[in-house]
């Protein structure tokens, strides 16, 4: 299995502009996750979806931010507007979660940059 | 929110030493994890032990749970040069989302 794959891997852009981060979940996996990683804050849970489905999305800072995942093979991240506060890491997982376990499997990220 | 709090924020052995690292938490939880990332890399799971288990080995790891002081352990033996990385518990609380709380990590640096 090839893993979650995340594209791009790296992003820069200029504020203003709309971004949209993709994500392949692993084959069979039920949940997906979008994280968000700064020095700052460290890493959180912006949304997470299960069967397809949004679950919870409190951790969205703000409108601007919207998350899809049309089937259970593809997901997407879009910002719009950007804004350099942005800035930083943006990892997909996925998991088949169960009661027993929930270990959840982390794409390799996309490094976003907003100038 | 951050559920995990890691001790210590950093730290720096020698090959062939022991690292040992410590989560706190706040609330009850189902189960707890502990996660590597090697630098520029997303995280890697390591290890789960559940809220009724109380130490859990795997390889060079051992991780240790203490459900009535919130706390767990992660040991590295015989650190190698690879071992270089940070590494983060995660709980899921005790509801039945799956969401994973994140610590903010312990960066580990083994000098060879």
Same mark, same amino acid.
């Given at each position: 299995?090839?893993?979650? /794959? ?14 949209? =981060?993709?994500?392949?979940?692993? @084959?069979?996996?039920? @949940? ?10 460290? =890493?959180?849970?912006? /949304? ?6 949004? /679950? ?20 997407? &991240? ?15 997982? @996925? @998991? &088949? ?14 490094? &976003?940059?907003? =100038? | *929110?951050?559920?995990? $709090? ?6 720096? #052995?020698?090959?062939? $030493? ?28 390591? #290890? +789960? #032990? ?5 130490? !859990? ?7 240790? +749970?203490?459900?009535?002081? !919130? *706390?767990? *352990?992660? +040991? #590295? ?10 590494? %983060? ?9 799956? !969401?994973?709380? %994140? ?10």
């Amino acid at each position: 299995d090839a893993g979650v /794959i995340q594209s791009p891997r790296h992003e820069v852009t200029e504020m203003g502009q709309e971004v949209t =981060l993709r994500c392949k979940p692993i @084959s069979g996996h039920n @949940s997906l996750f979008w994280y968000r990683q700064t020095m700052m804050r460290g =890493l959180e849970l912006l /949304i997470y979806f299960n069967n397809n489905v949004p /679950i919870d999305d409190s951790g969205m800072p703000e409108d601007r931010f919207s998350a899809k995942m049309p089937n259970a093979s593809f997901s997407t &991240l879009k910002i719009q507007p950007s804004e350099p506060r942005d800035s930083a890491v943006y990892f997909c997982a @996925s @998991s &088949l979660q169960g009661w027993a376990y929930n270990e959840q499997f982390f794409g390799p990220g996309t490094r &976003l940059t907003v =100038l | *929110s951050q559920q995990g $709090e890691e001790d210590p924020q950093a730290l720096s #052995i020698q090959e062939g $030493e022991n690292a040992t690292m410590n989560c706190s938490y706040k609330t009850s939880i189902n189960n707890l994890q502990w996660y590597r990332q090697n630098s520029g890399r997303g995280l890697v799971h390591l #290890i +789960l #032990i559940r809220s009724n288990e109380r130490e !859990k080995h795997s390889g060079r790891l051992r991780v240790t +749970l203490d459900t009535s002081k !919130k *706390s767990s *352990s992660l +040991l #590295i033996t015989a650190s190698r040069a690879a071992d270089t990385a940070s590494y %983060f518990c995660a709980t899921d609380g005790d509801s039945n989302d799956y !969401k994973l709380s %994140f610590g903010a990590g312990t960066t580990v640096t083994v000098r060879a």
